[in-house]
């Protein structure tokens, strides 16, 4: 157990790859405090309210021992030398009245110092809140407007943890770094300053060692934060086998190898208590070594104040109030490690925080395509006419998922799209609602390119049905409404008739004003597929994207969503990814989509009658679902 | 160690107290004259016990926080041997980021309070009274007027922090609320921005954010008068130092070190006491801790060696199912229901059925991964009756996860073995599991890395590789649990044979989707809901009408199409 040699530089590096660790060069980064300091600019008020509050709050604090000297070297220090003086009789009591004075002024000074003591963490709290609320809203703002394929590429997780814990960190920013850090170093200069002025030649002392006391603190905090990042590596491996163990222990039973993992487990928590060694090491010998330094301080200080103090050239109330200072100057000198180890996290969140904000979303609506209120050349698309033509894309460079494909939608008619899985209907959709933009050739609407539709005005044309048909939490009705404008309640009331859902209304406990839990959880897949279909209608919607659901429901719930599907598409142009036999048999035309092409196209009839592809994928996916089977 | 450790502490609190009084006299004398040698010595002796006391200090917290982790060690030891043993019912009904997050914090609390709490309410338990008790000495007004505040800010502190425990747990919620709301919303983004809905989620997003906010500021608020109160009564506690003790001066003459020992004494009681609350806030999590992990020690297994079990010397891999039924628990219906099978030695048996029909569990109850009902025999012994040891020793068992340490290729082939595999064997495997070209492809050859931070293997090479670990052993008894899914139909019918013929007369149990797997198996059981619907080979199911046949039909257009 080396855990008192310092590890190679080599060791470390490797281990710290291992475990996929960004290195932060420095804590300091000018580009990211100046873009602090911009996002704390518009809460300037909070922040000279901050520094008001620590001002005060330090002027306080250097009255309280000011107070005690002036009481000492004042009124007791007078009735000393009154008493030595036998010429006299002893009359304590203006020394006493004197006395109480200084101490009347202390009980203030005290409670004015409560005061300011909860302002300066009520206050400096709300300051860092007030900045983090405001960034975490744009960054979730910002986050909610990048492209699709953007969000491909990006754990959810990850994105979750932009807005929740990166942002928190930079609260640890704003108060304990940047402010807090800011302040100490104002009051270190004071105090020196004030020590100075108290007694040059202890100041002298004081500023002599102080360097020491500097010197430990840093020197520790750099073996600190290796040893912590090395206990915080090891720990996660340790989880992370435990875990993989876990999942895998049905492999470990049968083979009966419980005794092998056993010990690898073993090795691994030797390998994180000799990394915790090194921590309890490293602590056990900073604390008492800051605490020999500031002692040698105090020794000191002591030895060079002896003479002064038996000459009484040092009053012994100054020698307390220098004691005091001594003190207050120390404690922040001693927490710059513990300030740089936070600023030092802080930054790397603000850096991936930042990151997020400098990138811009691939798919917008065009520069001039509409006048702020979505309208083109004071059109808004009526959104019934859709062409896609010679139409390629792929997800993966060099994948292609759709190649050269052309058709047309005209208005009011049903377009079912058919194909097996990874044929490339869903693209088909994400390409139609503009999650992303095609690689070569264009889609239409109403005559005109997509990517000069204002991207708002366009969607307010579509009703969508996806099969994640995603119900978020919150009451039935703001599920249904999505808080769109145009939905009032005659729409919902007419959406909820046409969409067979009133059904599932009424046998919901409060009605509309239900909750609905996460993700829909409280409801049964065919009653959320009513729901999303009545969503749909209810914004009487010009297009209607509709990817059916595969998953099987009861025939009761089955005819309802049949005639749900009937009530939604009639009359609307439409594309729909069918899985149903009643929708690809009522359907005007149908695209046959097989490995990211357009192989075959007409009526069920038509191409039931080829005996090709469509003839193949009928008796795979419809036939046994068809009552017309029999 | 512990022992050691604890008896450093009165040391290193007394020496603290020593230096306060030391300087205190000092000063005393020094009013009376200075004397070079005088403070010389000071100096040195000073010095001498300030260094005293940090050893003493280092080796405090040096023993005492290493047992602590001693101890976090062990208990950690304990309960992942726990886990390791219990049975696979226990695993289906926990998350495993619970078992961990348990493992990981509950283990944190106890180490906390045994050591970090341990040692600071020690040294509080010394460093306070000692001091408290010098004072009374000095001037016993003095120290009471010193105590009251300090015990103002311990009832203060106890009538906050109900507050504060409000206060932070609705902090730690509405953050919670937030994450879920950029979750929805991030995971939904499809509607979200498909409705062109970003706005309202927005607004929501922000009503969950300004509620945070507010709790925030609630905290913040009550920690500003914990931090009130906590300084407060620090500064109160000089009010009797300097009333009292200016008082006391007045009077008759007090001398001043004796006011410089109360000022001094009063900093370094003072963060003993914080240290002390702070121990009372972390002792309930210690117990309730503590209570969760020994309750997860003492949970029993069901699945265990028999008192005295039947020794199987040579198994010939006979199987026989009698009425086997299974049920989870609180499942409405059974996941097995009396199924009845015959498998004789070196035979090949295939189930096939759609999902959830109970496949994988018939193959668990092979494993005694489960205790079910009825009886499975291996040659005619009940494997109740068995030695896990023998049992289990007897197969081999291909998972439908194709579970893999993140370890090299070697070292996974030879996790069921006490030993690495040597080259020449590994080979061997290799081939059986038709996996050389692969392997000749790794960079590191049998020593490559795989899993997160080697290789990333194809689900077909994953398959494979679990299918040459559990040939490694060489087991009389082979099951597969749909472990060839993601391997092509010509590389499958290959492995099959390689499977049955490599082990002479080895007995196979295929668990599968498609059914081209179990197309040559001796006996197929068509498994529906956790009864068999049908059993013969392929040819007789063929013949019938029924799952099995619409399902071969069905996969052969399948694979027409994707021919195409």
């Known amino acids: 157990m080396k855990y008192w040699k310092r ?23 000018t580009q990211i405090v100046g873009r602090l300091v911009r ?47 036998d010429s006299i009789p002893f009359d304590s009591k203006p020394y006493i009245n004197g006395l109480l004075v200084w101490v009347l002024v202390y009980v203030i000074c005290s409670l004015m110092t409560v005061a300011m003591r909860y302002l300066e963490v009520a ?122 163990v876990l999942s895998g222990i049905r ?79 120390l404690n922040p000198v001693r927490e710059l490690g513990e300030r740089y180890n936070v600023l030092q996290s802080a930054f790397a969140s603000a850096e991936r925080v930042f990151q997020v904000l400098d990138t811009k979303p691939s798919v917008e609506s065009s520069m001039g395509a509409s006048t702020g209120n979505g309208l083109v050349n004071g059109k808004a698309p009526a959104g019934n006419h859709v062409r896609f033509e010679g139409v390629s894309f792929d997800y993966l460079d060099g994948v292609p998922v759709l190649e050269d494909v052309s058709f047309e939608m005209k208005p009011g008619e049903t377009t079912a799209v058919v194909g097996a899985t990874g044929a490339g209907k869903s693209t088909l959709v994400n390409l139609l609602l503009r999650f992303y933009d095609p690689k070569a050739g264009r889609i239409t609407v109403d005559g005109r390119d997509l990517r000069d539709w204002d991207l708002k005005a366009l969607r307010r044309c579509f009703g969508i049905v996806l099969q994640e048909d995603f119900l978020f939490a919150g009451t039935v009705r703001e599920n249904l409404d999505l808080g769109r404008e145009d939905v009032t309640e005659e729409s919902l009331e007419l959406a909820l008739e046409a969409s067979r859902a009133e059904l599932v209304i009424d046998a919901l406990p409060d009605g509309l004003a239900s909750s609905v839990a996460e993700r829909g959880a409280t409801l049964s897949t065919g009653e959320r597929q009513l729901l999303a279909i009545a969503r749909a209608l209810a914004g009487q919607p010009s297009l209607v994207v509709l990817d059916e659901a595969t998953a099987s429901v009861d025939s009761g719930t089955e005819a309802q969503i049949e005639e749900a599907t009937g009530n939604l598409l009639g009359g609307r142009t439409a594309l729909v990814i069918a899985h149903r036999l009643s929708t690809v048999r009522n359907a005007d035309q149908i695209l046959v989509m097989h490995h990211g092409k357009l192989r075959e196209r007409g009526t069920h009839d038509e191409l039931l009658a080829k005996h090709g592809i469509y003839a193949k994928l009928y008796r795979l996916q419809f036939a046994e679902h068809s009552p017309a089977r029999t | 160690m512990l022992a050691a450790g604890v008896a450093c502490i009165p040391l290193s609190s007394l020496g603290d107290i020593w230096i306060t009084l030391m300087i205190g006299d000092a000063l005393d004398r020094l009013r009376l004259g200075s004397d070079t040698a005088f403070l010389r010595g000071f100096f040195w002796l000073l010095m001498a016990v300030a260094m005293a006391r940090g050893v003493f200090r280092y080796l405090q917290r040096w023993w005492i926080v290493c047992v602590s982790r001693f101890v976090e060690i062990r208990l950690k030891q304990d309960l992942f041997d726990k886990l390791v043993s219990l049975p696979w019912s226990f695993h289906t009904q926990s998350r495993s980021g619970d078992i961990v997050s348990r493992v990981t914090s509950d283990v944190e609390n106890v180490r906390m309070f045994l050591g970090p709490g341990v040692m600071y309410t020690l040294g509080a338990v010394i460093m306070v009274p000692v001091s408290m008790a010098y004072l009374f000495g000095l001037q016993p007004w003095l120290a009471a007027g010193m105590v009251i505040p300090l015990l103002a800010m311990g009832f203060g502190m106890r009538a906050l922090s109900p507050r504060l425990h409000r206060d932070s747990t609705a902090v730690q919620e509405s953050l919670a609320e937030i994450g879920t709301r950029a979750q929805e919303t991030f995971s939904g983004v499809r509607i979200v921005k498909g409705y062109g809905r970003e706005e309202q989620q927005s607004r929501r997003f922000d009503e969950s954010s300004k509620k945070n906010l507010g709790h925030q500021l609630s905290l913040g608020r009550a920690r500003g008068i914990t931090h009130a109160i906590t300084y407060g009564a620090k500064d109160l506690t000089f009010l009797p130092i300097l009333l009292v003790g200016g008082w006391a001066m007045i009077e008759r003459s007090f001398p001043a070190g004796d006011v410089f020992k109360a000022i001094d004494l009063t900093f370094k009681v003072f963060w003993p006491i914080i240290a002390v609350g702070w121990m009372a806030g972390i002792y309930p999590r210690a117990v309730a801790s503590a209570k969760r992990i020994e309750e997860l020690l003492a949970t029993a297994s069901d699945v265990v060696d028999p008192p005295a079990p039947v020794r199987l010397a040579n198994v010939r891999g006979e199987l026989s199912l009698r009425a086997v039924s299974f049920a989870f628990p609180g499942a409405a219906r059974p996941a097995l229901e009396n199924i009845e099978v015959q498998v004789p030695a070196g035979s090949v048996l295939g189930i096939v059925g759609p999902t959830g029909s109970g496949k994988s569990t018939l193959l668990h109850t092979l494993a005694r991964l489960y205790e079910s009902q009825g009886e499975v025999q291996l040659d005619g012994h009940p494997i109740r009756t068995l030695a896990l040891a023998d049992l289990r020793g007897a197969l081999g068992y291909v998972p439908q996860d194709s579970f893999l340490f993140s370890d090299t290729w070697r070292e996974n082939v030879s996790f069921g073995l006490e030993r690495a595999l040597s080259d020449p064997e590994l080979d061997l495997l290799t081939r059986n599991a038709c996996m050389r070209g692969d392997v000749a492809r790794f960079p590191n050859g049998y020593d490559q890395l795989i899993g997160e931070r080697g290789v990333t293997l194809s689900g077909g090479q994953r398959q494979r590789t679990c299918i040459a670990r559990a040939l490694a052993r ?58 068999v619907q ?19 039909q069905r996969q052969q257009t399948q694979a027409e199409l994707a021919a195409l």
Do not use: C
Not at chain 1, 265 to 278: C, D, I, K, S
Not at chain 2, 493 to 503: I, K, T, Y
């Open chain 1, 7 to 29: 590890r190679s530089a080599a060791d470390k590096q490797r281990e710290n790859a291992e475990l996929g660790e960004e290195f932060v060069a420095g804590a300091w980064d």
């Open chain 1, 39 to 85: 996002l704390a600019m518009p809460h300037r008020r909070l922040f000279l309210g901050t520094f008001a509050v620590l001002a005060v709050l330090f002027v306080l604090e250097l009255a309280g021992p000011w107070i005690i000297r002036s009481a000492i070297d004042g009124p007791v220090a007078d009735a000393i030398t009154a008493r030595g003086l």
């Open chain 1, 123 to 244: 206050h400096l709290t709300k300051t860092g809140q007030v900045v983090v609320a405001d960034l975490r809203s744009r960054v979730f703002s910002h986050i909610q407007s990048m492209d699709l394929a953007w969000f491909d590429k990006r754990p959810t997780g990850s994105l979750v943890t932009r807005v929740t814990s990166d942002v928190e960190n930079l609260n640890e920013m704003f108060t304990s770094g940047l402010v807090t850090l800011a302040f100490d170093l104002v009051r270190i200069a004071f105090l020196l300053v004030i020590l100075f002025t108290l007694h040059a030649k202890l100041a002298f002392v004081v500023l002599l060692l102080m360097p020491i006391l500097i010197g430990v603190s840093l020197a520790f905090r750099g073996g600190a934060r290796d040893a912590h990042r090395t206990v915080r590596g090891r720990l996660s491996k340790l989880n992370g086998y435990l875990q993989e």
């Open chain 1, 251 to 329: 492999v470990v039973q049968v083979f009966r190898q419980e005794h092998k993992v056993s010990q690898r487990f073993g090795g691994l928590l030797n390998q994180y208590l000799t990394a915790n060694l090194r921590t309890i090491f490293l602590f056990a010998l900073f604390f008492p070594a800051l605490d020999l330094v500031v002692n040698g301080i105090q020794g000191a200080t002591v030895w060079v104040a002896g003479a002064d103090i038996s000459s009484g050239e040092l009053r012994i109330g100054v020698f307390f109030q220098f004691w005091f200072y001594v003190t207050m100057l």
């Open chain 2, 474 to 531: 060489d087991p009389r008894v082979l099951i597969l649990d749909d472990a060839l899914s993601a391997v092509d139909t010509e590389t499958e019918s290959e492995l099959v044979d390689n499977l049955r013929h490599a082990g002479k007369g080895r007995t196979v149990i295929l668990a599968a989707h498609r059914l081209s797997t179990v197309r040559h198996a001796d006996q197929i059981l068509v498994l529906v809901q956790g009864r």
């Open chain 2, 534 to 552: 049908a059993r013969g080979t392929h040819e007789q199911l063929l013949a019938r009408e029924g799952w099995y046949r619409e399902t071969w």
